[in-house]
């Protein structure tokens, strides 16, 4: 049976922000129908096993501060995982190991987050999250990068490791290339309290892993998603939008969701080109393109965190993430996702050796984002200036063609809430368009 290849809207790409935008338009009552290159839905959101426990590749946690996809969440009725307290740490500093206490690691962040986010009595830097076109001094901020601004702060050298370390993780980059009002974007979405940044970015999860969220609201909406489709050209004529496959498919819509991750946009032929803004900022990249490896060890009598500065080791942060009988499940991250091998249990050992002798992976896992062509990056993190040019450049579709993504997120940007709020947005401006 042939399928249809004209429909009203066409969305690139089936994570979550190009779900959440084909779920809007399908449920005002347009034919829509989702093209994707891999051949699964998600993107950089991808539950997988590692002998038998759920891993998450990519994207993981999730929050009640995080809007957009906590109320899919609630709306799913799926279980919620609240990943176990940090075990003891060790850090990694002038060469040498301590112990540090988990209380006071996070003095240390809290100390940290104080200085670099400029808080005081009088309030935050940034008050509103959602409203960066609002604030007067944004492209000043944007203009430093993280680590512009961690060279002056007036902390104890090991006060300044911790947070350098705590901070190279989230952002996956190494402070230099990412900009300084990216970080006080989510610490001011975050509540501007060091608690709860760390609770809304790496405690709680979805205990069948987000790829069944994803599943459930394709499910709910009965979405058309196209797999192995790989978008080669996007065409607008008088007609509408003619979109071309590498394989030579040709789909035609009057409006097209271009949901693709920012770093990529720069694979599409767009005719006419995209504005030379928009193109600029996807040649140039997002910075994040760091390491996250995942592993199991059996028989520990009760675990190990490790923290580094993001320039001493190729992890700067690890710890259990789930425990299971005398199993546990680690992740870390760091800075560098060609530093080694995420998949070769002999690499994993190799660096798990220098970290920590107690330490001993029975498997490992791991996905290369970076050389991916269908992500190149991991979650969005921009460098120094990308705020404020991302904002402007997006603000407006390019004549049937909009855009939607993690990168466009106005509140949790580089967040799956990010990508679904985008969707969510960008549905409600397709439709009218079309009325």
Known sequence: MTKN?????????????????????????????????????????????????????????????????????????????????????????????????????????????????????????????????????????????????????????????????????????????VSYLSQLRWWSAAGWDVALMIDCLARYKIETGLSSLLANIVEAANVDIRLEKIVARVDQTEEGVKVTTRSGETFSAKKVVCALPINCLKDIEFTPAISAQKMALSCEQHAAKGMKVLFKTVGEPEGHAVIAGPDDKPIGLLNPIRIDGDERLYVGFGIDGEAFDPNNLDDVNDVLADLHPGLKATACAGHDWSNDEFSRGTWHMPRPTQNVRTNKAF????????????????GWTGFVDGAIESGVLVADEVQAALQ
């Open 395 to 410: 603000a407006e579709p390019e004549g049937n063609v909009y855009f939607a993504g993690d990168y466009l997120g106005r």
């Open 5 to 177: 290849t004209v429909f009203d809207v066409l969305v690139l790409g089936a994570g979550f922000a190009g779900v959440t935008a084909a779920r809007g338009i399908k449920n005002a009552g347009h034919d829509v129908a989702v093209l994707e290159a891999r051949d699964r839905i998600g993107g950089r959101v991808w539950t997988s096993e590692l002998d038998g426990t759920k891993i998450e590749y990519g994207a993981t946690w999730i929050h009640w501060f995080q809007p957009y996809v906590w109320a899919e969440f609630m709306r799913s009725k799926l279980e919620l995982h609240e990943d176990p307290w940090f075990p003891p740490i060790t850090m990694h500093i002038d060469g040498k190991t301590k112990p540090l206490d988990f209380d006071r690691f996070r003095e240390m962040l809290n100390e940290g987050w104080k200085c670099f986010a400029n808080a005081s009595e009088d309030g935050s830097a940034i008050e509103r999250p959602y409203h960066l076109d609002e604030l007067a001094n944004a492209e000043e901020l944007d203009a430093l990068s993280v680590q512009d601004v961690i060279d002056g702060l007036a902390l104890d050298k090991e006060t300044k490791l911790a947070f350098s370390s705590e901070i190279s993780v989230q952002m996956n980059a190494h402070p230099k290339d």
